[in-house]
């Protein structure tokens, strides 16, 4: 069975996309530590970061980062957390969230219920500073 986010990458539930290449998409965490909170997730569906080859891992690190240069610009956090956990859904995901202290990055605080439309300002927010740092695999606004 295809992981939830594969179902996401294959247009099967909805998201908040701001990156899409060949390798990886990034989109919004449904369940944000903070606004701006984006996954970012290989095309491929594998299972543990262990598992992923150099390549690969290596793009996903160069879209976080490109990820957390947007957010620093968009949000004006203190630092950009980078989590790798991988025990929620079965496939690689890098958490790139805007922090101001590593409080922030508590996954017993996930807002369950986000503001759609701070979702939305969020999206958009990093999608055009992407788009200012030059990155043309910003998503397109759904």
Do not use: K, Y
């Given at each position: 069975?295809?992981?939830?986010?594969?179902?996401?990458?294959?247009?099967?539930?909805?998201?908040?996309f701001?990156?899409?290449?060949?390798?990886?998409?990034?989109?919004?965490?449904?369940r944000?530590?903070?606004?701006?909170?984006?996954l970012v997730?290989?095309?491929?569906?594998i299972?543990?970061?262990l598992?992923?080859?150099?390549d690969?891992l290596?793009?996903?690190?160069s879209?976080?980062?490109?990820?957390?240069?947007?957010?620093?610009?968009a949000?004006?956090?203190?630092?950009?957390?980078?989590?790798?956990?991988?025990?929620?859904?079965?496939?690689?995901?890098?958490?790139?969230?805007?922090?101001?202290?590593?409080?922030?990055?508590?996954?017993?605080n996930?807002?369950?219920?986000?503001?759609?439309?701070?979702?939305?300002?969020?999206?958009?927010?990093i999608?055009?500073?992407?788009r200012?740092?030059?990155?043309a695999?910003?998503?397109?606004?759904?």
């Amino acid at each position: 069975m295809a992981s939830i986010f594969s179902r996401i990458i294959a247009g099967e539930l909805p998201a908040n996309f701001v990156w899409q290449d060949d390798m990886c998409v990034a989109f919004l965490s449904n369940r944000p530590l903070r606004p701006g909170h984006t996954l970012v997730v290989p095309r491929a569906e594998i299972g543990h970061w262990l598992d992923v080859e150099a390549d690969l891992l290596g793009r996903l690190m160069s879209t976080a980062q490109a990820i957390g240069r947007a957010q620093m610009a968009a949000f004006e956090p203190a630092r950009i957390g980078l989590v790798l956990v991988g025990l929620e859904v079965p496939h690689v995901h890098f958490h790139v969230v805007p922090i101001n202290g590593v409080h922030d990055l508590d996954f017993d605080n996930q807002d369950p219920n986000p503001d759609p439309d701070m979702m939305v300002r969020s999206a958009e927010a990093i999608r055009t500073e992407l788009r200012l740092l030059g990155h043309a695999e910003s998503a397109r606004s759904a």
